[in-house]
């Protein structure tokens, strides 16, 4: 299938490693030029320069940390000035500590918000502008399975999460007549550093082992196994195609059904 996004220029934020990097190689193999950011600088530029190499596309690296309201206006500076514009914005981000309501300070509850919410209402505002005049873009974010059945422990991600939800579906039917999509893409369990944090972090407070709670979510999981990163991105570059014009204001999952609900 021809996606039709050769040549066309995307953003990928926290994109060094995991999904934002699985997104990032995806993209790069459909002919996009990529603006790539994370915090890691080392990380990020073995990041650009694997894709760089692997597919031809020009892969430019700005090493930030999107929470900063000056960081995001850098990125998005340097990505006009290398491209002149930004058709497909992929935001993107660490999950937030995990942990119950007690645990977590108003400084935390801040800095979750500035993290997962601000900066993707910060880095839509920054590029929004012009896919409105060239009547074509796509912002795809990535959430979690956590907007649509709240995972234990995880009350921050559950609850910011779920707010970026309500921003892209709201935003969604203001730009739809613009030619500009706006869809969230819900990773489940997969096998990425987060999970594997995760996991290490339950088995540490029940005396298990991380390979015992990877265990216990597979058991979860009607396909029986985690994700692979390269299974997500495909969903995601379909949505930032041309195929994917007639979609917007979704939360697709890609969880191998854990997802129990019926919508």
Aim: with cysteine; charged share 20%.
């Amino acid at each position: 299938m021809d996606l039709g996004l050769k040549g066309k220029i995307a953003l990928v934020a926290a994109s060094s490693r995991g999904l934002g990097r699985a997104v990032a190689e995806e993209l790069g193999s459909e002919g996009v030029h990529l603006v790539l950011c994370a915090r890691g600088a080392a990380a990020l530029a073995e990041t650009a320069k694997s894709i760089q190499a692997a597919s031809g596309v020009r892969v430019v690296a700005v090493a930030a940390d999107l929470s900063q309201l000056a960081d995001v206006a850098r990125v998005v500076g340097v990505a006009m000035k290398e491209f002149g514009r930004i058709d497909i914005l992929v935001t993107n981000g660490g999950g937030p500590p995990a942990g119950p309501f007690e645990s977590h300070s108003a400084d935390v509850w801040h800095a979750a918000v500035r993290q997962t919410l601000d900066s993707v209402v910060e880095l839509t505002r920054d590029v929004l502008p012009g896919m409105k005049e060239r009547r074509w873009g796509r912002i795809i974010n990535i959430t979690s399975i956590a907007v649509k059945q709240p995972v234990d422990n995880l009350i921050l991600s559950n609850t910011v999460r779920a707010a970026v939800t309500g921003f892209a579906r709201t935003l969604a039917n203001e730009v739809a007549a613009f030619g500009v999509t706006v869809n969230n893409v819900m990773p489940g369990y997969t096998r990425t550093d987060r999970v594997t944090e995760l996991a290490n972090r339950n088995a540490k407070l029940k005396g298990t082992s991380s390979a015992d709670e990877i265990a216990v979510w597979e058991k979860q999981i009607p396909m029986a196994r985690l994700g692979e990163t390269r299974e997500f991105a495909a969903m995601v570059a379909f949505l930032a195609s041309e195929r994917a014009s007639y979609v917007t204001g979704s939360s697709i999952a890609v969880d191998g059904g854990w997802i129990r609900g019926l919508l």
